[in-house]
Structure formats: structure tokens, C-alpha cells
């Protein structure tokens, strides 16, 4: 049985295995998925769950996504999958001579069906920050949203 519980332990794991794999000596991945508290407006959400992380921004940006899966898709096969980009291939241990060619459609699948099923009837924005102090180098953060269920969703690098 696929609880929001289960799914959510299942993305996690993958997210955290896929940050392993996917950081190098000179740089290190976080991709998360994490339950904050929900509240009746997205902005109000994503402002609470930035300062439950200490996280001090100067604006706030939310644009919401509908259909959200080719953008969310199209974010998880970029940072996911970088290890195979060619730039990457040259630095890392991960390169053809080790890891044949993945077929992104297929490797993405499982996860990407767990977040639907995460995501249900929620609405799903891409949201920008710009923060007062270093956060990250590059990201893409996505609030999974209803009123009564939340979830952030990072995809980030940093040196």
C-alpha cells in the first residue's frame, strides 16, 4: 500500500541516494523533499516553512504550475541526471567506462509516479527567493500545496 508516508520515504531515499551519486569533490548536491505545515494560502506556507529553515529571503516569488509534471520532470532529469551531461563526464567516476547511458524516460518513471501520487489534488508552484544571506549556488524549489497538505520540494548545488 502506497500511503503519502510510504511515497514520501520512497522519494526521499532516492533523492538522497541521487544527491551521492550526483556530487563531486569540488561541489555537493541536496535534493529533499520534505512535509511542512500546510496553511491556507501557498504564500503564507512557503514563507512559514522558509523560516522554520532559517532561511531569510528579501522577496517571494510563486508561479504556479498547471500542468506541473513537464516542468517538475524536465528540473528532476536535469539535476537527477547530471552526472551523465557530457561536461560532467570527464570529472566523474560515473562516466561511460563505469555507467552505460541511462534512458532518462524509464529511470525517471518510478519517482515520477510516486510524486503523482504524492501531488494528488494539489496544486504545484515553482517558487523564487532571493535570500538575504548564501543559500545555495543554483536551485529549483517547488511547493507541493493544499490546504491541509505540504510539501517542499529542493533541487540545489553548492560549492
Same mark, same amino acid.
Given at each position: 500500500?502506497?500511503?503519502?508516508?510510504?511515497?514520501?520515504?520512497? /522519494?526521499?531515499? $532516492?533523492?538522497?541516494?541521487?544527491?551521492?551519486?550526483? !556530487?563531486?569533490?569540488? @561541489?555537493?548536491?541536496?535534493?529533499? *523533499? +520534505?512535509?511542512?505545515?500546510?496553511?491556507?494560502?501557498?504564500?503564507?506556507?512557503?514563507?512559514?516553512?522558509?523560516?522554520?529553515?532559517?532561511?531569510?529571503?528579501?522577496?517571494?516569488?510563486?508561479?504556479?504550475?498547471?500542468?506541473?509534471?513537464?516542468?517538475?520532470?524536465?528540473?528532476?532529469?536535469?539535476? /537527477?541526471?547530471? $552526472?551523465?551531461?557530457?561536461?560532467?563526464?570527464?570529472? !566523474?567516476?560515473?562516466? @561511460?567506462?563505469?555507467?552505460?547511458? *541511462? +534512458?532518462?524516460?524509464?529511470?525517471?518513471?518510478?519517482?515520477?509516479?510516486?510524486?503523482?501520487?504524492?501531488?494528488?489534488?494539489?496544486?504545484?508552484?515553482?517558487?523564487?527567493?532571493?535570500?538575504?544571506?548564501?543559500?545555495?549556488?543554483?536551485?529549483?524549489?517547488?511547493?507541493?500545496?493544499?490546504?491541509?497538505?505540504?510539501?517542499?520540494?529542493?533541487?540545489?548545488?553548492?560549492?
Amino acid at each position: 500500500m502506497n500511503t503519502d508516508a510510504n511515497l514520501l520515504e520512497k /522519494l526521499q531515499g $532516492f533523492l538522497i541516494a541521487m544527491e551521492q551519486i550526483n !556530487s563531486r569533490a569540488d @561541489h555537493g548536491c541536496t535534493f529533499s *523533499i +520534505d512535509p511542512i505545515a500546510p496553511e491556507a494560502d501557498p504564500t503564507a506556507c512557503i514563507t512559514r516553512g522558509l523560516a522554520a529553515n532559517s532561511i531569510e529571503f528579501k522577496d517571494l516569488k510563486l508561479e504556479p504550475l498547471d500542468p506541473w509534471r513537464p516542468a517538475v520532470k524536465s528540473c528532476l532529469s536535469c539535476w /537527477l541526471l547530471q $552526472f551523465q551531461e557530457p561536461k560532467n563526464l570527464d570529472r !566523474s567516476l560515473w562516466n @561511460h567506462e563505469h555507467l552505460r547511458e *541511462i +534512458d532518462r524516460k524509464r529511470f525517471l518513471q518510478p519517482p515520477l509516479e510516486w510524486l503523482d501520487a504524492l501531488v494528488g489534488n494539489c496544486d504545484v508552484y515553482e517558487f523564487k527567493m532571493y535570500p538575504v544571506e548564501f543559500y545555495e549556488c543554483d536551485w529549483n524549489d517547488f511547493l507541493i500545496h493544499a490546504p491541509e497538505t505540504a510539501y517542499w520540494l529542493h533541487l540545489g548545488v553548492s560549492d
